[in-house]
């Protein structure tokens, strides 16, 4: 398990702190770079929040045997993703094991879920999530964020990683509530997906 709260100001030091994650950034506008990281893993399931300030190019690899969920936080957000234009009102999804490729600019602020993929295999089998599971084995996927899911996942999100991981000690009664907290994360963002008009496939040319 970890639990990482911090603010960087210098590009390189915040740029090793995610190379665990596969991740890398280009800043194109470095005098103005500042980025806010809340991040909160364990074996089965990542939650983070990061807010990044200066235009930045983003490449690398998701994570191994995870597969990824970009929540912007900004409805009216504008971003690059795979040479398309994409914003605030998207649920962004990962195809598995893919490469990176996204423009961000000033006061870009999103969450990423990560869920393990034999886990993620599991729940949506166990809730008859059929047009869930279809959607994670197609690309790279857009879906229509509702500003009502988008503010339910917010608060719960944001209490998770700045006042629950906090103060928690782990005793067995606080690793029982922890399993079911994440348990709801992950079933909220499933559900809302399940449910969720698709989109056309983004047209990448990157391969697994």
């Known amino acids: ?113 990560s869920i393990e993929e034999e886990l993620l295999k599991n729940i949506t089998t166990d809730l008859n999530y059929n047009n869930c599971k279809n959607i994670f084995v197609d690309a790279e996927q857009e879906l229509h964020l509702t500003k009502e899911f988008l503010s339910e996942f917010h608060e719960l999100a944001d209490w998770f990683l700045n006042e629950y991981i906090i103060d928690i000690n782990f005793t067995v009664n606080d690793l029982k509530k922890h399993e079911k907290l994440v348990q709801t994360l992950i079933y909220k963002v499933l559900g809302y997906i399940e449910k969720a008009p698709k989109k056309k496939p983004v047209k990448s040319k990157h391969k697994k």
């Open 1 to 113: 398990m970890q639990i990482i709260k911090a603010i960087f100001t210098d590009f390189d030091i915040y740029n090793a702190t995610v190379e665990d994650w596969q991740l890398h950034y280009n800043v194109l506008s470095k005098s103005d770079f500042k980025a806010d990281l809340n991040m909160f893993t364990d074996t089965l399931f990542a939650l983070s929040r990061v807010s990044l300030q200066g235009k930045l190019v983003h490449s690398g690899k998701t994570p191994i045997g995870f597969r990824s969920i970009v929540i912007p936080i900004n409805y009216e957000d504008k971003f690059i993703w795979y040479n398309k234009g994409s914003g605030g009102n998207e649920l962004l999804i990962f195809n598995k094991q893919c490469d990176l490729d996204a423009i961000t600019f000033n006061d870009f602020d999103a969450y990423v879920i």
